[in-house]
């Protein structure tokens, strides 16, 4: 596989994990072959440990001594988790954009929602919602909440959603409520509408994981025989 230049190596590592577990070719409990993983991405084993690293961290895989590195539990309980975890920092986030009440930042969040609004049915839509969070995120987010905010989006890879346009405009819903949130100064308005929106996502990938046949319909336990 080509590198892509411009990505760091141990990400291009992370990303390819996720993929593998998303797409139900990794599933809970399965081992993590770092040679193969080595030979698909033309990769050392430096940034393949690196990953593996950032990984157990994150939740998302396990280690045991001489063994190697397993899957962890992935199952709607995990994925609503991740959302639910992502939510609530990010909502800290916004509420300190919220006390802020920067004007500079206020205009380009309204820009960015103008660019959503112009561009309900395309990329476009999921470029500028992205650029709307990091931009609450990295200014208003210290060296550690933008590090667990980062580590929590493991299972939210941006890849992901650009296809799922029948979605956007609830969405832009929530993404709304936190720009008049943050414009009002009302923290807990802001907290709430990210929680909103993390588990309208979280529902999203819960939908299209059991179409995939990536885990069972929702509410149905799967049991190992």
């Known amino acids: ?30 081992r993590v072959d770092r040679n193969e993983i080595a030979h698909e991405l033309g990769v050392s084993r430096v940034p393949i440990q690196e990953a593996v690293v950032q990984l157990e961290h994150d939740g998302i895989l396990s280690t045991q001594y001489h063994r190697g590195a397993y899957v962890e539990t992935f199952d709607e309980s995990v994925v609503r988790e991740h959302h639910e975890i992502y939510g609530m920092l990010s909502g800290v986030a916004s509420a300190r954009a919220a006390e802020a009440r920067n004007p500079a930042h206020l205009h ?3 820009t960015l929602l103008d660019t959503m609004r112009a561009n309900i049915d395309s990329r476009a839509f999921q470029d500028a919602a992205f650029q709307f969070r990091v931009l609450i995120n990295e200014e208003y987010s210290g060296p550690r909440l933008l590090a667990v905010i980062r ?68 509410g149905v336990a799967h049991v190992e025989f």
Not at 4 to 14: P, S, T
Not at 193 to 204: E, S, V
């Open 108 to 110: 380009q969040l309204s």
């Open 1 to 30: 596989m080509p590198k892509k230049y411009g990505f760091k190596e141990k990400d291009l590592v992370v990303a390819h994990v996720v993929n593998l577990i998303l797409t139900g070719k990794l599933r809970s409990g399965d």
């Open 151 to 218: 580590g929590s989006q493991s299972f939210l890879p941006r890849a992901f959603w650009p296809a799922y346009q029948d979605n956007h405009r609830d969405l832009l819903r929530f993404l709304e409520a936190d720009y008049d949130a943050i414009r009002a100064g009302d923290g807990p308005a802001a907290r709430a509408a990210n929680n909103g929106r993390a588990a309208l996502m979280a529902q999203i990938m819960l939908t299209e994981l059991v179409r995939r046949g990536v885990l069972p319909p929702q």
